[in-house]
């Protein structure tokens, strides 16, 4: 894709031959803490090289209008500063639209609308978090085009809350989080109880990161995301009658194990289980890649699939199919679904010189028994969301 193709894209699809402004903000992969970020622990999370492009220019009226090349049946969407009320015809035009409604809230600066032409690379669906990568990319275009000088964890807070409220789904930080303050060949070591935050070199030295993309489609609202968050809250209230704690993260495994029996349901106590264990995983993966022991690092990463089947089970026939194939395979440190699960998207730790063979028959295995193909991506880990400078291949 190149800047020159989503110029022109803009220029003819809006007929206006001013040279626009692009925007990037990518997906993003989490390496280990899966479902502890609305519990208060940690997530260990990198933004990929796949993302969302924006190409937009400032309108002299307070029209806004929308396109994506991803959606082309949809057409142009066009909507007013002043009615920007969520409308399900507008399908993926809600994202942007509470962007720019949260921002419009707390600053008087945006008086004229804008045409913004969308272009995104991430597989739809697949969980690397591309409604958070529409949501960034649209709340770092009115920053700049704008000039606000919004404080980018603002930013990210209110990513999150359009997403919770706006949109109505339930999700943690993590996502906005890692989308916002990537850092290219880092990790980010984030508590999602306070936002502290640690950028960890990742140095995979003769391994890559290859994205396992199932190809059954997941939708996070219509998942079982919130019956899991709700089940972890049960769960800490039932702790909270005896413990001082606010959140699953603030456990240990051992005061986990010497209280669990405060959690009336057992569904419940499975849940809260890996929120904790999960969360103390994490810590170690951090420590493992200081100390550069991959192994370690992979041990930890098939040990979360593991929990997340079992215990948080979130992962269904085709991530377990996909993830069961990728450990039989030679030099593979570890492998695991990623995401919210129920469909979308594994990880594995693949031998570089091995990624050719391992796409072939991992995928043989996935076909024969799920009954059709998976895609499979190398992830190169990408900056946050920013403005692009440069003119030519993006």
């Known amino acids: 894709m190149e800047y020159a193709y989503l110029k022109n894209a803009f220029q003819t699809i809006f007929s206006r031959y001013e040279s626009p402004r692009i925007f990037f903000a990518p997906g993003r992969i989490n390496l280990i803490g899966e479902h502890t970020d609305y519990n208060g622990g940690y997530v260990f999370p990198a933004s990929i090289s796949f993302g969302t492009y924006a190409v937009a220019l400032k309108r002299n009226d307070r029209k806004i209008r929308l396109y994506s090349l991803n959606f082309k049946e949809s057409g142009i969407i066009e909507v007013d500063l002043d009615a920007l009320t969520y409308n399900k015809a507008h399908q993926w035009a809600n994202y942007p639209k509470g962007m720019v409604k949260e921002i419009l809230a707390i600053t008087p600066n945006i008086i004229t609308g804008f045409d913004v032409l969308y272009y995104g690379n991430i597989p739809n669906g697949a969980g690397l978090s591309s409604s958070a990568s529409i949501e960034m990319v649209t709340g770092v275009l009115l920053d700049k085009l704008y000039e606000l000088s919004l404080d980018r964890i603002q930013l990210i807070k209110i990513s999150q809350y359009v997403e919770n409220t706006y949109i109505g789904v339930n999700s943690g930080i993590m996502d906005q989080f890692a989308i916002g303050m990537g850092k290219r060949n880092h990790a980010i070591l984030l508590d999602c109880n306070t936002l502290e935050y640690t950028y960890a070199p990742l140095s995979l030295n003769h391994y890559d990161i290859v994205i396992m993309n199932t190809n059954k489609r ?158 499979f991506y190398v992830a190169a880990i990408g900056d946050g969301a920013k403005e692009l400078k440069t003119e030519g291949v993006l």
């Open 218 to 375: 997941r939708e996070l609202a219509d998942s079982k995301y919130n019956e899991r968050r709700s089940e972890c809250e049960r769960a800490r209230s039932d702790l909270q009658i005896a413990l001082n704690i606010k959140h699953l993260g603030d456990l240990s495994i051992d005061r986990f194990e010497a209280n669990k029996h405060l959690i009336k349901n057992e569904k419940d106590q499975k849940r809260a289980k890996h929120a904790v264990y999960e969360n103390a995983r994490t810590k170690q993966a951090l420590e493992a890649l200081q100390a550069n022991d991959l192994h370690l690092f992979g041990q930890l990463i098939n040990q979360s699939h593991l929990s997340l089947q079992h215990d948080y089970e979130v992962t269904g026939i085709e991530l377990d199919t996909i993830v069961s194939a990728a450990w039989e395979e030679p030099g593979v440190l570890g492998a695991r679904m990623t995401g919210a699960g129920f469909g979308g998207c594994a990880i594995a730790l693949v031998p570089s010189d091995q990624v050719e063979a391992f796409k072939t028959n991992v995928n043989t295995t996935y076909t024969e028994k799920i009954g059709y193909d998976a895609s």
